[in-house]
């Protein structure tokens, strides 16, 4: 998508993003004294989840549809191995990784081929393909999913099944994706995505292979992606066809365009306002969908940069 | 009758059909979505859920006005093509200078706002809605016994897509259409009022939709979620016949329908998802599309 | 003296954020011929995009007939009567001949019939049914005067006729606009052909960095070569 502009939260730390960081770290080390760990658990899954699709939209420029491929299929990967082969968390969650870099490498491989709008089109359509087998295939449990997925001991130390354990290890889980994919961004790997988003052409005339670097980058997003889906699917001990339909890959597309495309912190506000709204409404009359549709049409008419965004955006204009 | 490789000829012939009838509605809906991107080069979404919003048209006509099939037909997609004005009036026309996805992600809120106020409504479970007395029942035509109504919707959209596709490439409503699509800049500057003209295709692609969806509704259940599961393979045909052509658009339509049929005949676990494998494969082999141009 | 059929004042012209025209003053009366000289880059373009509305950021007066063309919906600066025939040709690939040719709705009557046309470009006739495109050069450029001038217009704007074209062509250009002047037509004329131009026009403007820095009277010229040279580099 064109003309992304970079919060000035990248370029660097000084002292004012220092002590930001600082406080957010406190607060998220604090939080689940004052809030449920569980709702916490589901904001930090989804966070990551909106950061490596962020990666994808605002970094690289290609709006994938079929998230939902990879978030939903780790789910299930590490809900049959947690379940059914027994395997502890750590390796529960690789695996569904693992699934999620396997499947982004194949789907890559094929939508990469066009561009745009057609891009969106064929992840959408082969994320689809991915719901029909999930729906079908014997071991994701139909309608039923995966149910009563284990919560073991993680490395043999850290009981999952305490709330408080598990909510310091998926704020650490979030927390090395935050930081892998900040590495990413400011590498010279992250400089030549940014060469290649803003002008491809002569990307290519430079001499760079920019399918390979664009697949690269698919296969890191769908990697991180599976996995929040995967710890996703240890925190609710479920996994479901939910995560792995179309409306999930609609509702992470959301969560970025509201927090800001392209910008690092972006994604997270955008998870938390959603997350928060989607629990809120879930009490409430309204139906959720309708607010959800309701919410993207107003921001992709208005205000596109979304919140983080804008705020760069007013900052830089007053500085 | 002789079975061909161990499928009775009833069985494989109704399942040609019902692959033929689900082709009908690929082949609509696609050319709708392919009209709309051509001159307005962005991607219809909420065809789907326009499609759905026909289908509901007509299921309201007849049971709260007592209006029937046959003035359904026209009155449930001028419905559908008026909302579809308004939504290009107010919103989708202040995208066009934008990259084409944000009008995808606008068409998306909009199936979002369209499918979740019709599931609170009425559910997901769908309503019925009889065919008009004089499409009812079935003829023998001894390889396989036809219902009337079936045969009247390929009929029809075998005709529709005709006569769709005559009046874009053979008249000069279409000319200037084409005209348009090619350089809408120059068009306007020859005097043609081109925001009205796209003004007035979105609204027959999203009229088309309409139609489809009254033509549906005796077919399968008039049901919110109709739609979005349709318009996801519909985007998997568009891929597989490119957008460049019309009657590219038609064909493939069909022709996956037929593919699905038979799918569901020889191997009935990948009838679903043939239409996508098909997909991949063409975007192995040619990228741009069976029919497409490069765009 | 009489009325300009087409008056053009301050003209201020942007392209996204690029200011391309700095004040365009000119006036063209009817009947006249006049040409807008200039390097490349001059603006010429530039001011012919911006009378026919494709150019949308403008300040200024533009008027035709009276009519202010500032505030005319882009779509509606035809129907002034103005024909408009782009450097760039713009026939339409997805068009045959014949549908490229009564594109263009008549905007007032007097405009030719195609009978008249075929007439004038018996070729056009013959390859009615060809795609658009696969006339050469020439041919669509000929297709692209004879549409506009089926519509009845009063002005004709033309950008670059003969650029590309072998010089027995250029030819039959010349005297098609001699013919259409003799008939009364006013026309609006950027060339870079300089000899080519100077056979046919009343009047110059001379345009350099999105202004007119120079009006040149036919019976002028030979006295003003000096300055020509210079400014075109020619």
């Known amino acids: 998508m064109a003309a992304v502009e970079r919060s000035e939260a990248e370029s660097g730390l000084n002292g004012t993003k220092l002590a930001i960081a600082l406080a957010v770290a406190i607060v998220a080390l604090g939080a689940p004294y004052l809030l449920y ?11 990551l989840f909106a950061c490596a699709f962020n990666l994808l ?43 999620a870099a396997a499947l982004g490498l194949v789907m890559g491989f ?17 994320s689809q393909m991915v719901f029909f087998v999930a729906l079908q295939a014997p071991f994701t449990g139909g309608e039923d999913g995966i149910q009563s997925v284990p919560q073991d001991r993680m490395f043999g130390l850290l009981d999952l099944s305490d709330t408080l354990t598990f909510y310091y290890v998926v704020l650490a889980i979030f927390g090395l994706g935050f930081f892998i994919i900040w590495r990413i961004v400011h590498s010279p790997f992250g400089q030549i995505l940014k060469a290649i988003r803003e ?13 390979a670097y664009k697949l690269t980058a698919f296969v890191m997003s769908a990697a991180l992606t599976g996995l929040a889906g995967g710890t996703k699917a240890l925190v609710f001990q479920l996994a479901s066809l939910t995560d792995i339909q179309w409306q999930m890959s609609g509702e992470v597309i959301l969560m970025t365009l509201l927090g800001g495309i392209g910008t690092l912190v972006g994604p997270l506000v955008g998870a938390g306002l959603v997350t928060t709204l989607e629990n809120y409404l879930a009490e409430s009359a309204l139906p959720v969908t309708v607010v959800i549709g309701a919410i993207f049409v107003v921001v992709v008419l208005l205000f596109r940069r979304g919140i983080v965004g804008e705020v760069a955006h007013w900052l830089r204009r007053r500085g | 009758m002789i079975p061909l490789l161990g499928i009775p000829t009833q069985v494989l012939f109704g399942q040609l059909l019902l692959g033929l009838i689900n082709g009908s509605f690929y082949a609509l809906l696609s050319l709708g979505l392919a009209v709309i991107f051509g001159l307005l080069n962005v991607i219809n979404f909420a065809h789907g859920a326009q499609y759905m919003l026909g289908a509901f048209a007509a299921w309201m006509l007849l049971n709260v006005l007592g209006i029937g099939y046959w003035p359904a037909l026209v009155l449930a997609p001028v419905a559908v093509a008026i909302t579809g004005i308004i939504l290009e009036k107010l919103f989708l026309s202040r995208l066009y200078r934008l990259d084409p996805l944000y009008g995808l992600l606008l068409t998306f809120g909009v199936t979002l706002i369209l499918e979740g106020l019709f599931r609170s409504l009425y559910g997901t479970s769908g309503q019925p809605y009889s065919p008009p007395a004089m499409l009812t029942g079935a003829v023998n035509l001894g390889f396989m016994v036809l219902p009337i109504y079936r045969g009247w919707v390929v009929l029809a959209s075998v005709v529709i897509c005709f006569a769709t596709w005559f009046v874009i490439e053979k008249t000069p409503l279409g000319a200037t259409l084409r005209a348009a699509t090619e350089n809408p800049t120059l068009v306007q500057a020859f005097g043609i009022n081109v925001p009205r003209m796209i003004t007035l ?51 493939t339509g069909f022709a996956l329908g037929i593919f699905e049929g038979l799918t569901k005949v020889f191997y009935p676990p990948a009838s679903n998802i043939v239409v996508f494998v098909i997909m991949a494969l063409v975007l192995l082999v040619r990228p741009a599309g069976l029919f497409g141009r490069e765009r | 003296m009489a009325e300009p059929l087409l008056q053009i004042r301050g003209l201020q012209g942007f392209y996204g954020e690029s200011h391309v025209l700095h004040g365009v003053d000119l006036d063209v009366f009817p009947g006249e011929t006049v040409t807008l000289l200039g390097r490349n880059g001059a603006g010429k373009t530039s001011t012919l995009r911006a009378i026919m ?6 300040q200024g007066v533009i008027r035709m007939n009276g009519a202010d063309l500032l505030r005319t919906p882009p779509h509606r600066i035809a129907r002034a009567g103005i024909g408009y025939v782009p450097e760039e040709r713009g026939i339409f ?19 030719m019939s195609l009978a008249e046309i075929h007439r004038l470009f018996p070729n056009l006739q013959e390859r009615a049914g060809s795609q658009g495109t696969k006339l050469s050069g020439g041919e669509q450029q000929m297709l692209a005067i004879a549409r506009v001038l089926r519509t009845g217009v009063r002005l004709l704007l033309l950008d670059e006729p003969t650029e590309g074209l072998a010089p027995v062509i250029v030819q039959r250009i010349g005297e098609l606009l001699r013919t259409l002047k003799a008939q009364g037509m006013t026309i609006l004329l950027v060339e870079q052909n300089f000899r080519f131009a100077s056979t046919l026009a009343d ?31 020619v």
């Open chain 1, 37 to 47: 760990p569980v709702f916490l658990m589901k904001l930090l899954c989804f966070a």
């Open chain 1, 57 to 99: 939209i605002g970094y690289v420029g290609l709006l994938s549809f079929g998230h939902a491929a990879f978030f939903g299929g780790a789910a299930y990967v590490t809900a049959h191995a947690a379940k059914v082969w027994g395997w502890p968390p750590e390796l529960a969650i690789l695996a569904g990784t693992a699934a």
């Open chain 1, 110 to 126: 094929l939508a990469i081929r066009r561009q745009g709008i057609y891009f969106a089109m064929i992840t959408l359509a082969l």
């Open chain 1, 199 to 211: 002008n491809e052409p002569r990307a290519i005339s430079l001499g760079y292979r920019v399918d």
């Open chain 2, 201 to 251: 295709t979105y609204a027959f692609g999203v009229g088309l939709a309409g139609l489809a969806g009254v033509l549906a509704a005796p077919v399968y259940q008039v049901s919110p979620l109709m739609g979005s599961n349709l318009i996801i393979v519909v985007f998997a045909v568009v891929v597989i016949g490119g957008m460049g052509s019309i009657l590219g658009a038609i064909v």
């Open chain 3, 53 to 58: 509305g494709i150019l949308r950021r403008r």
């Open chain 3, 93 to 111: 690939a997805s068009l045959s001949v014949a549908e490229n040719l009564t594109l263009p709705p008549k905007v007032a009557e007097g405009g």
């Open chain 3, 203 to 233: 009047r110059h403007y001379l345009m350099e960095d999105g202004r007119v820095v120079a009006e040149i009277r036919r019976e002028e010229m030979a006295g003003k070569m000096d300055l020509l040279h210079e400014t075109l580099g």
